[in-house]
């Protein structure tokens, strides 16, 4: 009978956990409405840090936040070259070059992404450099320009996007998205946050203005699989290089092609902002461009401009002093520049 009255109440027990554990609970939402867990989303940023003290507040407000807005969980990423010296930016205005000194870049993006929770390294910029030479002297056989200073920036930024895309790979989140840019864009858009969380498999969002002859790799949404392929285009870049001139732009072209990725347009526009915080000459009409005008802002879009071209303030005035010269009989060149280029 005891062992009876014992059975009975151990099953009165067991019965309702054993209910309970087949019932499926969802999780509590959330109380600010997001999904749990959040989609995630890389934010990267690469290169030499020139600008970011008059950039970092847009890219709170244009693509931090919206992608925050949308229930992303974002989480930020940088690689930035340390140099030895403040080094010197050239900046324009007016038409007109001048160097402005730059202080220790390095320092200030650690400094400046902190509140955004930002995972990064700085290296020694000589160390790569080093490094480097050792190939230089090969591509500068493929063509002089390689011996320039811009192929040397191309260089160092390509290499700079694949550390930092190491960073993220390391990580072992599994990203919606990644998002690669540079730190001295000042973006005109918000980031359309739905488009960048459905970005399909094998595929880059490039944006539709200033592509040139190839695409805009400025700043790039990426699938996980295809963010992996074109942090890594430098290990293409010797065999590009021997059949046609490097440029930053066809070569991107020439990695998406060549791994079978897709392309979308991303409607954000982004101007590049120089170390005292002009924007560059060439950028300006951004802010003319619009989707329904990718034809004429894939290539330069200066004539959408109602503002006079960059170098046209300079021309007009060279133009006066050459006019005056020729008055007075000591132009000993002959036709000045203004009118050589057409400018009148």
Same mark, same amino acid.
């Given at each position: 009978?005891?062992?009876?009255?014992?059975?009975? $109440?151990?099953?009165?027990?067991?019965?309702? $956990?054993?209910? $309970?554990?087949?019932?499926?609970?969802?999780?509590?939402?959330?109380?600010?409405?997001?999904?749990?867990?959040?989609?995630?989303?890389?934010?990267?940023?690469?290169?030499?840090?020139?600008?970011?003290?008059?950039?970092?507040?847009?890219?709170?407000?244009?693509?931090?936040?919206?992608?925050?807005?949308?229930?992303?969980?974002?989480?930020?990423?940088? +690689?930035?070259?340390?140099?030895?010296?403040?080094?010197?930016?050239?900046?324009?205005?007016?038409?007109?070059?001048?160097?402005?000194?730059?202080?220790?870049?390095?320092?200030?993006?650690?400094?400046?992404?902190?509140?955004?929770?930002?995972?990064?390294?700085?290296?020694?910029?000589?160390?790569?450099?080093?490094?480097?030479?050792?190939?230089?002297?090969?591509?500068?056989?493929?063509?002089?320009?390689?011996?320039?200073?811009?192929?040397?920036?191309?260089?160092?930024?390509?290499?700079?996007?694949?550390?930092?895309?190491?960073?993220?790979?390391?990580?072992?989140v599994s990203y919606e998205a990644v998002v690669y840019a540079r730190p001295d864009l000042k973006f005109l858009?918000?980031?359309?946050?739905?488009?960048?969380?459905?970005?399909?498999?094998?595929?880059?969002?490039?944006?539709?203005?200033?592509?040139?002859?190839?695409?805009?790799?400025?700043?790039?949404?990426?699938?996980?699989?295809?963010?992996?392929?074109?942090?890594?285009?430098?290990?293409?870049?010797?065999?590009?290089?021997?059949?046609?001139?490097?440029r930053a732009e066809s070569f991107l072209q020439f990695v998406v092609r060549a791994h079978g990725l897709r392309?979308?347009?991303?409607?954000?526009?982004?101007?590049?902002?120089?170390?005292?915080?002009?924007?560059?000459?060439n950028d300006l009409c951004l802010e003319y461009c619009s989707p329904a005008r990718r034809d004429v802002c894939?290539?330069?879009?200066?004539?959408?401009?109602?503002?006079?071209?960059?170098?046209?303030?300079?021309?007009?005035?060279?133009?006066?002093?050459?006019?005056?010269?020729?008055?007075?009989?000591? $132009?000993? +060149?002959?036709?000045?520049?203004?009118?050589?280029?057409?400018?009148?």
């Open positions: 009978m005891r062992s009876a009255v014992v059975l009975f $109440l151990l099953l009165l027990v067991a019965a309702p $956990l054993l209910w $309970l554990t087949k019932q499926q609970h969802e999780p509590p939402a959330p109380r600010d409405g997001c999904p749990s867990p959040r989609p995630r989303v890389a934010l990267c940023f690469y290169g030499l840090n020139r600008a970011l003290r008059h950039t970092v507040h847009g890219i709170a407000d244009k693509i931090w936040k919206p992608l925050h807005d949308a229930c992303a969980a974002v989480d930020v990423y940088y +690689h930035v070259w340390e140099t030895e010296t403040a080094f010197v930016d050239t900046a324009a205005r007016g038409g007109e070059r001048m160097e402005v000194a730059v202080g220790d870049g390095a320092a200030e993006m650690v400094k400046l992404l902190r509140p955004f929770g930002a995972r990064g390294m700085t290296e020694k910029q000589a160390a790569f450099d080093a490094a480097f030479a050792l190939n230089a002297s090969s591509y500068a056989a493929l063509d002089r320009r390689y011996a320039g200073p811009n192929f040397r920036n191309l260089m160092r930024q390509l290499e700079s996007l694949r550390r930092v895309a190491a960073l993220w790979r390391r990580s072992g858009d918000a980031i359309d946050a739905g488009q960048v969380l459905a970005v399909p498999s094998k595929t880059i969002l490039d944006p539709y203005w200033h592509r040139w002859s190839g695409l805009n790799d400025r700043v790039l949404v990426c699938s996980r699989d295809a963010a992996a392929v074109v942090a890594a285009r430098i290990e293409l870049a010797p065999a590009y290089a021997a059949r046609t001139f490097l392309v979308g347009d991303l409607a954000l526009r982004a101007q590049r902002v120089r170390a005292d915080g002009a924007v560059a000459s894939r290539g330069d879009c200066r004539r959408l401009s109602p503002e006079p071209a960059p170098l046209a303030a300079w021309a007009a005035k060279q133009k006066a002093r050459d006019d005056a010269k020729r008055r007075a009989g000591t $132009l000993r +060149h002959g036709v000045p520049r203004a009118d050589r280029v057409g400018i009148q």
